[in-house]
């Protein structure tokens, strides 16, 4: 069993920026992909950016957020983050992280169904 608590949300103006991050705790040696997800309200859950820890951290990201959200992993914390910039109010939505244990296929990363486990997210509000 992996927990996942995710943090650092929060209300920000339009072109700042936040940290996310999810901690997780029990068996991380077993997440083999980490994934950000958000759902704005009314909305359906989607993809944001996913890493793989131990593959060299290869990274996926949504084309909504490249080049504007990076993700990465500190592995000896058992912690991925989201640094989030250049915000936009399109950006504001409860943020998710996901984790699986199973190698996935690239075309499966951004599949909300493919993660095993999930954090109880949080909150990012971005005022215009």
């Known amino acids: 069993q992996v927990q996942l608590v995710e943090s650092g949300g929060g209300l920000v103006q339009a072109g700042g920026s936040l940290r996310l991050s999810c901690a997780a705790s029990?068996?991380?040696?077993?997440?083999?992909?980490v994934g950000w997800f958000r759902q704005a309200p009314g909305q359906e859950r989607q993809f944001v950016a996913a890493i793989l820890p131990w593959s060299s951290s290869i990274t996926y990201y949504a084309g909504s957020v490249k080049g504007r959200f990076t993700i990465s992993t500190d592995n000896a914390k058992n912690t991925v983050h989201l640094q989030m910039n250049s915000l936009k109010p399109e950006d504001t939505a409860v943020y998710f992280c996901a984790g699986t244990g199973r190698i996935l296929a690239q075309t499966l990363i951004m599949r909300q169904l493919s993660y095993d486990y999930w954090g109880q997210g949080t909150q990012v509000t971005v005022s215009s």
């Open positions: 029990g068996r991380t040696f077993s997440s083999r992909v």
